[in-house]
C-alpha cells in the first residue's frame, strides 16, 4: 500500500508537470524565488555516499524532503536533519533504517523585485532511538537573485529541547551560489558556516560542495554534487567527502 500511494503521489507530480508553468516559477534553478507559490509541491529525493578514506559506502541514505506551497506567504516542508531513510545496512554505518525527522516553516516578510527575506522556524527530532533528541530551530532565509545568478543564506540557530549534554545549542549558515549556465543547467556552489552556538571560535567549520542542476523537463530536476564537509575551519579536513544524486519533483 505505502508504494502504491507513493506511485500515485509521484505521478500526479508529473503529470500535473504544466500546470504551474503559467503562474511564473521559473524552470531555471538560479532563478528560482525563494519559496515556492501557492499550491505547489516539491518532492527532492537526494541519494547521499560518504567517499571519504577506507568508509566508502558507509553510510548511504536518502534525507528525502518535500515542501508545500501553502499560500503566497507560507511554505510547509517536512525534511530529515539526519540520515532520513538509510539504506547501507548496520554493518554499514546504518544504527537504524529510519530514526530522524523535521517540519519546518518559512514566512515571506520581505518581496522585492531581486530580494527575498522569509523567517524561518523548525521543530526537529534529530533522533527517535532512545533517548530521543528534541531540538527547535529559529532563523532567516535570504535570497538575491539576478538575471543569471543568485545567493541563498539560511541563518538560524538550534536549540536542544532534552538530553543538552549531548543535545546542544548550533548556529547554522548554509550559503548557495547559483548560476544559469544555460535554460536547462544551472552550476551551484555550497558552503556555510556551522558551529557550537556557545563557542563558536573552537568548533566552526565551512563545508564546500560544487553541483549540477539539470532540468531534464519542466517541474523534473535532476542533479549531482560532489562535497568536502569539513574543508575549512577547526579540524579541517579533505577526508570528509560526499557524492550526492538527486531527482526533485513539482507540480
Known amino acids: ?39 505547489m509541491v516539491q518532492l527532492k529525493v537526494p541519494l547521499v555516499i560518504n567517499l571519504s578514506k577506507d568508509n566508502v559506502g558507509n553510510p548511504i541514505f536518502i534525507p528525502f ?3 508545500f506551497g501553502l499560500s503566497s506567504e507560507l511554505e510547509l516542508e517536512i525534511f530529515h ?36 527575506l522569509s523567517l524561518f522556524g523548525a521543530f526537529e527530532v534529530a533522533q527517535f532511538a532512545s533517548p530521543a533528541h528534541l531540538r527547535l530551530d ?5 535570497k538575491f537573485v539576478q538575471p543569471q545568478w543568485s545567493i541563498f543564506a539560511k541563518p538560524y540557530i538550534g536549540v536542544g529541547m532534552n538530553h543538552r549534554d549531548e ?8 550559503i548557495e551560489f547559483a548560476f544559469q549556465l544555460s535554460q536547462p543547467t544551472a552550476l551551484f556552489i555550497e558552503t556555510g558556516f556551522y558551529g557550537d552556538l ?4 573552537d568548533t566552526w ?25 569539513n574543508l575549512i575551519g577547526n579540524g579541517s579536513t579533505t577526508d570528509n567527502r560526499w557524492f550526492i544524486f538527486y531527482f526533485a519533483l513539482r507540480n
Open 198 to 201: 556557545h563557542d563558536l571560535g
Open 167 to 174: 543535545n546542544g545549542d548550533g548556529f547554522l549558515m548554509p
Open 81 to 116: 536533519p539526519g540520515h532520513g531513510l538509510c539504506v547501507s545496512g548496520q554493518s554499514k554505518g546504518c544504527d537504524h533504517v529510519y530514526n530522524d525527522i523535521a517540519v519546518g516553516l518559512l514566512y515571506s516578510v520581505m518581496r522585492e523585485r531581486d530580494v527575498e
Open 205 to 229: 567549520s565551512s563545508p564546500v560542495g560544487v553541483g549540477i542542476n539539470f532540468l531534464l523537463q519542466h517541474g523534473i530536476d535532476m542533479g549531482a554534487e560532489f562535497k568536502l564537509d
Open 138 to 142: 529559529a532563523g532567516v532565509a535570504f
Open 1 to 39: 500500500m505505502k508504494k502504491v500511494a507513493l506511485t500515485v503521489f509521484l505521478g500526479a507530480l508529473v503529470c500535473a508537470g504544466t500546470a504551474h508553468a503559467q503562474r511564473g516559477y521559473p524552470d531555471e534553478y538560479a532563478l528560482r524565488p525563494l519559496q515556492l507559490p501557492t499550491e
Open 65 to 67: 524532503d518535500i515542501r
